[in-house]
T-cell receptor, first 113, second 117 residues
Framework: DGGITQSPKYLFRKEGQNVTLSCEQNLNHDAMYWYRQDPGQGLRLIYYSQIVNDFQKGDIAEGYSVSREKKESFPLTVTSAQKNPTAFYLC????????????FGPGTRLTVT | AQKVTQAQTEISVVEKEDVTLDCVYETRDTTYYLFWYKQPPSGELVFLIRRNSFDEQNEISGRYSWNFQKSTSSFNFTITASQVVDSAVYFCALRPTRSGGYNKLIFGAGTRLAVHP
């Protein structure tokens, strides 16, 4: 099946630990994105990547890091420098061309205590 | 400034009622795109519709319809004869053309719709 996979669905970590969230896609889409969603708020862009080995900071990149070594994969690391890491994280992709809509994965809910 | 406002935080209706979700946007761009997404309890955002700024025709898809009015900078979403399965958070989003090549979407805060039997 074609789609976007984010694993795990729920993730728990202790404060001070880095944690990496997985995002894999088999849609052959070039662009990939990471968003953060907090209760009662819209989505905020963390990082995006248009092609392999290239990525750019979004609006709230502090405390996060990414890599894009393969077209299919765009992992997000939440570092200990992120002050409020507990949130719902959504990965999205966008096909090349004039299709401007983004397609979203199922999300990972991260809880840091 | 680029901004999307969804003033309705929560709406509660009884099944079969019609309901309209409001979306007001701000942009100085003359070319832009507007979107609606649905987020069911599972969490995944589902794309519903895209509209570009040059196309003001209203669109209907089954029980869903969208009213785009540039004069009032609004892109409202109506569900006719609502059903329990329509219960979700609905997001309106804007893609301005000055966002650069990475296709940035600016999201509203969302409207939580609860449809009761």
């Amino acid at each position: 099946d074609g789609g976007i996979t984010q694993s795990p669905k729920y993730l728990f970590r202790k404060e001070g630990q880095n944690v990496t969230l997985s995002c894999e896609q088999n849609l052959n889409h070039d662009a990939m994105y990471w968003y953060r969603q907090d209760p009662g708020q819209g989505l905020r862009l963390i990082y995006y990547s248009q092609i392999v080995n290239d990525f750019q900071k979004g609006d709230i990149a502090e405390g996060y890091s990414v890599s894009r070594e393969k077209k299919e994969s765009f992992p997000l690391t939440v570092t200990s420098a992120q002050k409020n890491p507990t949130a719902f994280y959504l990965c999205a992709t966008r096909p090349t061309g004039d299709s401007y809509e983004q397609y979203f994965g199922p999300g990972t809910r991260l809880t840091v205590t | 400034a680029q901004k999307v406002t969804q003033a309705q935080t929560e709406i509660s209706v009884v099944e079969k009622e019609d309901v309209t979700l409001d979306c007001v946007y701000e942009t100085r761009d003359t070319t832009y795109y507007l979107f609606w997404y649905k987020q069911p309890p599972s969490g995944e955002l589902v794309f519903l519709i895209r509209r570009n700024s040059f196309d003001e025709q209203n669109e209907i898809s089954g029980r869903y319809s969208w009213n785009f009015q540039k004069s009032t900078s609004s892109f409202n979403f109506t569900i006719t004869a609502s059903q329990v399965v329509d219960s979700a958070v609905y997001f309106c989003a804007l893609r301005p053309t000055r966002s650069g090549g990475y296709n940035k979407l600016i999201f509203g805060a969302g409207t939580r719709l609860a449809v009761h039997p």
